[in-house]
């Protein structure tokens, strides 16, 4: 297995070697200084005692970064969980992350685009268009992003209007059937006002095929429009103003990959390979999108900036997903005395479907004072405040034992005051301090429509609510040294903290709106070295961390107030997070440069003594029964590895430029490889849920004017053709006991050859 992998590796590096040759001896070039706005100003990134990845405008179109998972092929500290739907993605840092079905629960990794932080992880999982900068900030970030960013942060950054004209056309097509699209256009529209608007519209097949109705699933149709105003009104003044609109629609439907009689319809052949599932109706989720920006820079005096940003956002997502898994009719998938014990009210349909509609909305408010009084002392403080509120109308049907009729409104008001300084207190040694005070408010309004009877005997609809609030106190302290050839050493201290939050999901009751999940709170250590060589064309950051987490948010089991058992949301326990991180670039010549990072993380939970068991777990792999809270059979799962988190993952990444003898263009290739460990996808230790160890490669070459206005790029994604699985779930009970394992595909898991033309004028 080592070999192959290394064998693998030999061929993508060697797949670009006879163009580097012919690159032939010359000088290397110095490595740009990247700045980045990981502490809310323009900053070098060797200079700040932060572990952030960056992607900048060249490593973005180097790498052909068009979306959020492509973000994971060069920050291998992070990782991502897709879903059915976009709202039970999961984003997790250094093997962190929030997995939840509840509409009031944050992520433990915040996103944040041009200043403002996104109410939901799934308003993320759209098209990366027209951006600057993307920065990758890893441990918790509490201090000046707010009270979900326990593990860490994704920063990302639009492009600025110009003040001349400019403009670009991009179209492209791959052999999946992939078709897009996107046009800028920017310049001035006065002395005082530059404008930028880009639009992008992408439409991809399906890969899954449903064989009932003949639909290709696990496509995507998406289409959106950016505009941004920059008015520099007088010296000291200057406003932006951003209104950005995006939809989506798609589908991520699993496909059985083992299954006993009976499990498989007609034509599904289960395997790893499956590309087929029989569906009576076809699982697909819309979402639209909308936020609006308005930012003021106010220069007080040459050291004084005075910043106010003000946003409104909101997300949408309508889904439906056929929740049974086949095709067969009630009546034939149970027997008679079953059927009318599963479908008492005579509700009919023939089969278990769920919709699902969500409404979220935020408005924003953010003050700071930036200041620079000297070269030794340098300062930020602020006012925060977030008002918003997510409501989900949810319905599933018909079946008894997943029959649910509900809808709830979660909403919560934040206000925090917020500072960081940083003061040299010796020669060319600094620290920095930082504290946040955040207070929150939250409530809940929920109505379960089948009341008490829960279907079987109905009753009128019940009303459950509830409010609660909550003060949290997060800081930061760091001491930093730079020594004489600019390499800077540090050690930071951290803390986070994400809010309490209440499960609102199937079964809630007036004592979940009575006692909401505690918060989670996380305390980190750093230390780190990052600079460049003496001839700056080798850069090179590396940290080492250890991070703990207490009243990790999970599913775990308790008693309700009545001492009924239940697995729900709750504070579960402790987990560890530790590691190294590096990350280098080498200008090796004029025409080449190779970028490579690397984490090594071992997450573990600390403690949870009382967690679900899994589907089929026996009392030989360490099912406790009848032994958890009201007699539910439980597991400890404490020394335990934390899911999908990889001990290994690295990247390496290639690009070569030469110009051509006698013409006036230049040719180029590039090529990146990652690779990363065995997981386990299952937070409870399923065995069946784990994905072997797998490396992906992607190449591509092409050809650029020396203007930098024609390019023409040929591609493969997924050169080995990798099939790996973004998770598996074991659904045998709801077949009375047969096997029936399935699997979620991922774009990325087949390979796929495209082209990309643009034009920039």
Known sequence: ?????????????????????????????????????????????????????????????????????????????LTVEHGGEPQVNTIRMRGVGT??????????VAVVVDEVPLMMAAQAFNNLSDIQQVEVLRGPQGTLFGKNASAGVVNVLTKA??????????????????????????????????????????????????????????????????????????????ATLIYDVSHQTGSNVPVWVETGNGVAGEGEIASEDNLTVRRDTDNEYETDQTLAVAKFNYLLSDSLVLTSVSSFQQFEQVSVSDEDLTDVPLEEAFPPFLLGRFDPLGL????????????????????????????????????????????????????????????????????????????????????????????????VDFTDYYGNGFALNPTEPVRYQGDDSQNA????????????????????????????????????????????????TSVSYEI????????????????AFLTNFDDYQAQGARTDENGTPIFALNNVGELQTKGIEAEFSYQATDALRIDASVAYTRATIESFVNAPCYGGQTEDTGCMVGAGPG????????????????????????????????????WFAQANYQWQDDVSFDLYGDPLNKQDAYGIGNLGFGIVDNQDKYKITVFANNLFDEHYSMG??????????ETALSKRWSRGALRYVGVNVSYQF
């Open 1 to 77: 297995m080592m070999t192959l992998h290394k064998n693998k590796l030999t061929l993508l590096a060697i797949s670009i070697a006879a163009g580097i040759a012919s690159a032939g001896q010359v000088s290397a070039q110095e490595l740009e200084v990247i700045e980045v706005k990981a502490q809310k100003r323009a900053q070098a990134q060797q200079d700040i005692p932060v572990a952030v990845s960056v992607l900048g405008e060249n490593a973005l179109e180097r790498l052909d970064v068009k979306n959020f998972d492509d973000v994971t092929r060069v920050s291998p500290s």
């Open 99 to 108: 997995a939840a079905y509840s509409i009031a629960v944050e992520s433990s």
């Open 161 to 238: 209007a110009s003040s001349d004209f400019e403009g670009r056309i991009e179209l492209g097509a791959t052999s999946d059937n992939e078709r897009k699209g996107q046009i800028m256009l920017s310049g001035p529209m006065s002395d005082d006002v530059n404008y930028r608007i880009n639009g992008y519209y992408k439409d991809r097949e399906g890969y899954i095929t449903n064989l009932t109705t003949g639909s290709k699933l696990n496509g995507e149709e998406s289409y959106g429009v950016r505009g941004k105003l920059q008015w520099y009104a007088s010296d000291n003044l200057d």
């Open 348 to 443: 009919g349909g023939p089969q278990v479907v769920q919709d699902a509609y969500i409404d979220a909305e935020a408005f924003t408010q953010e003050i700071r004072l930036t200041g620079t009084p000297s070269e030794s002392l340098e300062f930020i403080l602020g006012l925060f405040y977030s008002d918003q509120s997510v409501f989900r109308d949810f319905d599933r049907k018909p079946l008894l034992f997943v029959l649910n009729k509900w809808e709830a409104e979660a909403e919560s008001t934040s206000t925090a005051l917020f500072g960081q300084g940083s003061v040299e207190i010796a020669s060319d040694t600094f620290i920095d301090v930082g504290l946040r005070l955040n207070h929150e408010k939250i409530s």
């Open 473 to 520: 106190v997060t800081g930061k302290v760091s001491l930093r040294h730079f020594l004489q050839n600019g390499t800077m050493v540090y050690g930071a201290v951290s803390t986070g903290y994400k809010g309490q939050a209440y499960d609102v999901a199937s079964g809630f009751t007036q004592y979940d709106a009575d006692s909401p999940v505690g918060e989670e």
């Open 528 to 543: 780190g070295i990052k600079g460049f060589t003496d001839s700056r064309n080798f850069s090179y950051d590396i940290v």
């Open 631 to 666: 007699g539910l059979n439980v597991q400890d799962l404490s020394g335990n590895d934390l899911n999908n988190s990889p001990d290994l993952k690295y990247n390496l990444a290639m690009y070569w430029e030469q110009p051509a003898d006698s013409f006036d263009f230049s």
């Open 728 to 737: 598996y779930s074991n659904f045998e009970e709801r077949f009375q006991g």
